[in-house]
């Protein structure tokens, strides 16, 4: 039997994580992260914690709420905003995941005894069994702290491709994931809601959370200019000629084909796309051909802040990629010594600031942050 704290966000996929592992045996305590949040925003958390305790009152476990909410302004918020401040397109979900759920929370767990926190993440860890001790088949959690330290941890996507969220947790590192459990990695959506039902939990017929980690769907431009300064600006064609407005170049991706308005065009132009912005000038580069320019087909990129979830830099070689959540994965080869990932066909719609992820066979291998475009 392990102590194992689990992190409780109110929703389906955490509550069916406690419940698995208690029905294994594990001394569970569940735990709530309340996290900041901008007072110009509505406010749920008060309705996740209450949710979150109604299912340890009904699981039989103690609840626990760890307060991280300055830690989460000033390492996710923060960050976030000085990125799209710089024309960087962040990604705040992986941040949260680094310093918020693996981070600080696995710190004040372990702190307090736990041998490992638990998520309801969409993704598998294995861990290679040492020569002495073969893991039990019977319980893939029934394996005592000692052994698992001995261990090398893998990480894989979850079962279920709509829901899998490996691109969400490169940042992660091997000494933490020795102490990390996914209970519902290796089942189906379905099956965890089948499950929630089967145990009669309060949450079984929740819907799923949607938008940034904590805070959930935002609207972009209201967010920001809480913080930036956003005003309206130039849309310029290719050649430089203005042809329309946009609302603020901090609020734009690349690719992205709605939000803004061209005036100047022709029967003959398709729908226009962001290919290039500039904050500084506060203008916004679109076209209506895909293959223009450098910044929308893209044949390499350099990474920075690269993590490898084994601990080893990967050796140069072909693996698959994806620089966005549920992109489908493309062939690629990375070259350590450069930090450079280059496709084998150009991708579209790659931004500075966003987090490319490889993958060999359904392994994550790790990612970094993209610095350059090549």
């Not at 305790?53 to 923060?78: H, N, Q």
């Not at 203005?242 to 609020?251: C, F, K, S």
């Not at 080869?333 to 084998?344: G, I, K, L, Q």
Request: hydrophobic residues 35%; proline residues 4%.
């Amino acid at each position: 039997m392990s102590k194992i704290f689990v992190g409780l966000s109110g929703g389906v996929d955490s509550a069916v994580s406690a419940a698995i592992l208690k029905k294994e045996g594990h001394d569970v305590t569940g735990v709530f992260i309340k996290a900041w949040h901008p007072p110009f925003l509505k406010c749920d958390w008060r309705n996740e914690r209450r949710d979150a305790m109604s299912v340890c009152a009904k699981l039989g476990i103690p609840f626990r709420t760890f307060d991280l909410e300055e830690r989460y302004k000033k390492e996710v918020v923060d960050y976030m905003i000085s990125e799209y401040a710089e024309g960087r397109t962040p990604n705040p979900d992986v941040m949260c995941n680094d310093k918020i759920k693996f981070g600080a929370f696995f710190s004040m767990a372990r702190e307090e005894g736990a041998e490992f926190i638990a998520t309801g993440h969409y993704a598998r860890l294995k861990r290679e069994a040492p020569k002495t001790k073969q893991q039990s088949s019977e319980n893939k959690h029934k394996i005592s702290n000692y052994e698992y330290d001995a261990l090398k941890v893998k990480m894989y996507a979850g079962i279920d491709p709509n829901k899998d969220q490996s691109y969400f947790l490169w940042r992660v590192k091997q000494d933490v994931l020795q102490h990390v459990l996914f209970p519902i990695g290796d089942l189906t959506k379905s099956e965890v809601r089948d499950i929630a039902n089967s145990l009669g939990l309060p949450v079984a017929g929740k819907k799923d959370s949607q938008g940034v980690c904590f805070l959930g769907h935002l609207n972009l431009k209201d967010f920001l200019k809480q913080f930036i300064t956003i005003v309206p600006g130039d849309v310029l064609s290719e050649s430089g000629e203005t042809i329309g407005t946009h609302e603020g170049a901090h609020i734009y991706t690349l690719g992205q084909r709605h939000g803004f308005t061209v005036t100047k065009k022709t029967p003959e132009d398709g729908p226009f796309y962001v290919v290039d912005k500039d904050v500084v000038h506060n203008t916004i580069t679109v076209s209506s051909r895909l293959k223009t320019t450098h910044t929308f087909s893209v044949s390499s990129v350099k990474l920075q802040e690269c993590n490898w979830i084994s601990g080893t830099i990967p050796i140069t070689g072909k693996y698959e990629a994806r620089f966005r959540y549920r992109q489908q994965l493309f062939s690629c080869e990375y070259d350590p010594d450069e930090m450079c990932v280059r496709f084998d066909e150009p991708q579209k719609s790659i931004a500075l600031g966003q987090s490319l992820v490889l993958y060999k066979e359904n392994e994550v291998i790790g990612g970094g942050v993209i610095n350059a475009i090549l």
